[in-house]
């Protein structure tokens, strides 16, 4: 009988199996694929986002069926691609997720917003490293929730190196995740997975939590992923979920 299949699907930094150094072994027990999203390449320049063309990939890459896992931005397209096929989907496992169109309305949420949509409205003015030093400065001066992408830490400067300009590159063309057409995938385990250091994702966590999901906070700031609770977390999530289909 062939193993299951769990699909990947990474934030805004790394992308394809750089991006869940801790669940390469879940090889050894699953069919799993580490996605590459619309944009990301470590050749070609960045393209802004497509979430059709996202979806498409995730759809594919799901074949007959199986589990999916997404962190952060990556979230987003995960759970469309998932509203757009649920039978198709065995479980979600969300990991920090930005679905703040979710809680939109929410007050971490209206505050982020608040703070950042200025900064969207101003980016096609802006060159990629003045967008990034601005983005950096509002999030941490504000304790509000950085990305994953590579340079949101205090202190950073303009980029060193190629990869790192293709990252901020990448910075500049995302578009407001509180857009996304979102909603709840009805009849779909859900675990949510978050670091407990930011209260804006705690509260995403909440809202899904009430909906049905299970959430544990495992640490590691913004990538609980790479904790071992977290490792251990969706081990054995994928496990019942498993079980609970045969």
């Known amino acids: 009988m062939p193993a299951e299949r769990v699909v990947f699907v990474h934030g805004a930094g790394s992308f394809g199996a750089a991006a869940w150094p801790r669940q390469h072994g879940l090889a050894l027990d699953y069919d799993c694929l580490f996605l590459k999203r619309h944009g990301f390449d470590d050749v070609e320049p960045p393209l802004a986002p497509d979430a059709e063309a996202d979806i498409a990939v995730i759809r594919d890459a799901?074949?007959?069926?199986?589990?999916?896992?997404?962190?952060?931005?990556?979230?987003?397209?995960?759970?469309?691609?998932?509203?757009?096929?649920?039978?198709?989907?065995?479980?979600?496992?969300?990991?920090?997720?930005?679905v703040f169109s979710l809680t939109r309305d929410?007050?971490?949420?209206?505050?982020?917003?608040?703070?950042?949509?200025?900064?969207?409205?101003?980016?096609?003015?802006?060159?990629?490293?003045?967008?990034?030093?601005?983005?950096?400065?509002?999030?941490?001066?504000?304790?509000?929730?950085?990305?994953?992408?590579r340079a949101a830490r205090p202190g950073h400067t303009a980029p060193a190196d190629e990869a790192a300009r293709r990252s901020a590159a990448r910075l500049r063309m995302q578009t407001p995740p509180w857009?996304?057409?979102?909603?709840?995938?009805?009849?779909?385990?859900?675990?949510?997975?978050?670091?407990?250091?930011?209260?804006?994702?705690?509260?995403?966590?909440?809202?899904?939590?009430?909906?049905?999901?299970?959430?544990?906070q495992v640490g590691g700031n913004h990538r609980p992923q790479d904790t071992g609770a977290g490792r251990k977390a969706i081990r054995e999530f994928l496990a019942r979920a498993r079980r609970t289909e045969q």
Do not use: K, N
């Open 62 to 98: 799901l074949g007959e069926g199986g589990h999916l896992a997404a962190h952060s931005a990556g979230a987003v397209p995960a759970m469309l691609a998932a509203l757009r096929d649920p039978g198709r989907v065995h479980s979600l496992i969300l990991c920090e997720p930005a």
């Open 106 to 149: 929410l007050p971490a949420t209206r505050a982020y917003r608040e703070l950042l949509q200025p900064l969207f409205d101003a980016a096609p003015e802006m060159t990629d490293e003045e967008y990034e030093r601005e983005f950096v400065r509002r999030v941490f001066t504000t304790g509000a929730a950085a990305s994953d992408h």
């Open 179 to 216: 857009d996304a057409p979102l909603d709840i995938v009805p009849g779909v385990p859900t675990l949510v997975l978050t670091g407990g250091w930011e209260p804006l994702y705690e509260e995403v966590a909440d809202f899904l939590v009430s909906t049905g999901a299970e959430h544990l």
